[in-house]
């Protein structure tokens, strides 16, 4: 998911496990943690693009990361605390910093995530600098500039705060169709559930509500307790409807292939970005790759439009003597297509489908690799595509679709 998602779920279980130990404190806590796992970003500054695909949601993505990192990270914080060491100016300094870089990147991200052709409402932009100068001034006066009391936190505590923020973050991103190594290191099976997209702000909206009421209410009211299950409870429940939806969009696209008399041998379906209503639904045969979009409020379940792309088996046996060909099938699930160009070969992760309906080329896809000649041999990295159409067209384009045919 992404990161203000992970942000605002890691606010709320901090809030639960120690919030009335800690006050505002747990939620910066548990925000922390819930962003730890995605850390290991940062070896794209020392890896090449496939490699990179390759590492990010690995190790610190597993089940055993959630359950044996949590040692290492709720003993140095207990110590902190048990210590005292949190009261220091040097300390109170550098989680101020980090504060205020967390409250910067809220403001961000919300407005980011409801921005208009790149640009942000000055409303939202209104609200959101307003709100977030309030919080900054909190962190001055009752943080920063308050002789702070010393809690009694236990390690049991900060343990099961880094592990339940750690296992959400690794399970909720197996629902979605990135995949998650969860069996690192005895397997590296990629597990995606495909249930809801990478960033879905019907599952974000009520934590990011909850995250803006708690630094207004006082620790440990009934009030702040009422509103954080409320949050919880509205984005669980929300999370188990993807799954039935997901279940009913399996059987529309079977029955769609069904009517074409098309035998496969496998396929899937995956949300579209930022919503669970517009569907890509993705089969192959022995010879042909089909992708299409559903919609749940198309009239007709047959599907209006199914691509067809040749697996071009000829193209599949030159790169297979390539690593990085071996692990861009790894990380597609083998739905892995090609276009061959005078100057290179195009290749398309087909899992994410397409912007529109009908797929005229690459430049319709979402996820691209190139595959460039180089001295008798091919060099491969991911293709990101200027965006050269409208957005404000391409949105609206994509929110017709959203409403159905």
Not at 112 to 123: A, C, N
Request: proline content about 4%; overall charge neutral; charged content about 15%.
């Amino acid at each position: 998911m992404d990161s203000l998602t992970h942000l605002v779920l890691g606010a709320a279980i901090g809030e639960i496990v120690l919030g009335k130990k800690i006050g505002n404190r747990a939620l910066i806590w548990g925000a922390i943690g819930e962003t730890i796992p995605d850390l290991d970003v940062f070896g794209n500054l020392f890896l090449d693009p496939i490699d990179a695909l390759a590492f990010h949601r690995g190790i610190t993505h597993s089940i055993l990361f959630s359950f044996i990192a949590p040692l290492i990270f709720g003993g140095v914080v207990y110590k902190l605390y048990h210590s005292d060491s949190h009261r220091s100016w040097p300390y109170k300094i550098l989680i101020s910093i980090l504060n205020a870089v967390l409250i910067i990147s809220l403001v961000w991200g919300i407005n980011y995530v409801f921005s208009v052709e790149h640009h942000p409402r000055w409303w939202l932009l209104l609200v959101t600098v307003s709100a977030g100068s309030y919080l900054g001034w909190r962190l001055y006066k009752y943080y920063l500039m308050k002789d702070l009391e010393s809690p009694k936190t236990t390690f049991r505590q900060w343990y099961l705060l880094f592990f339940l923020t750690f296992f959400t973050h690794i399970m909720l991103d197996s629902c979605t169709t990135f995949g998650t190594q969860l069996l690192l290191p005895f397997s590296n099976v990629r597990v995606a559930f495909n249930t809801i997209a990478v960033a879905d702000p019907f599952y974000t909206i009520p934590f990011l509500v909850c995250a803006v009421i708690f630094p207004f209410l006082k620790r440990g009211s009934k009030k702040r307790a009422l509103f954080n299950w409320i949050g919880l409870g509205i984005s669980s429940a929300y999370l188990i409807f993807t799954i039935f939806n997901k279940f009913h969009v399996d059987q529309i696209f079977d029955k769609a292939l069904h009517h074409r008399g098309i035998e496969v041998t496998r396929c899937r379906t995956s949300p579209t970005i930022l919503n669970n209503i517009l569907w890509t639904c993705l089969a192959e045969d022995s010879s042909t790759y089909y992708v299409g979009q559903y919609s749940l409020f198309d009239s007709d379940p047959n599907l209006h439009h199914l691509n067809e792309f040749p697996k071009n088996d000829s193209i599949q046996q030159v790169f297979s003597g390539y690593e990085d060909y071996q692990t861009l099938l790894w990380f597609s699930n083998g739905y892995l297509t090609s276009f061959p160009t005078d100057s290179m070969i195009m290749l398309a992760d087909l899992r994410y489908g397409g912007m529109y309906d009908t797929i005229r080329g690459p430049q319709d896809l979402i996820f691209k690799f190139k595959a460039i000649p180089k001295n008798g041999s091919y060099e491969f990295t991911e293709f990101r595509e200027p965006f050269q159409d409208d957005f404000g067209e391409v949105l609206m384009k994509f929110i017709r679709r959203i409403k159905g045919y």
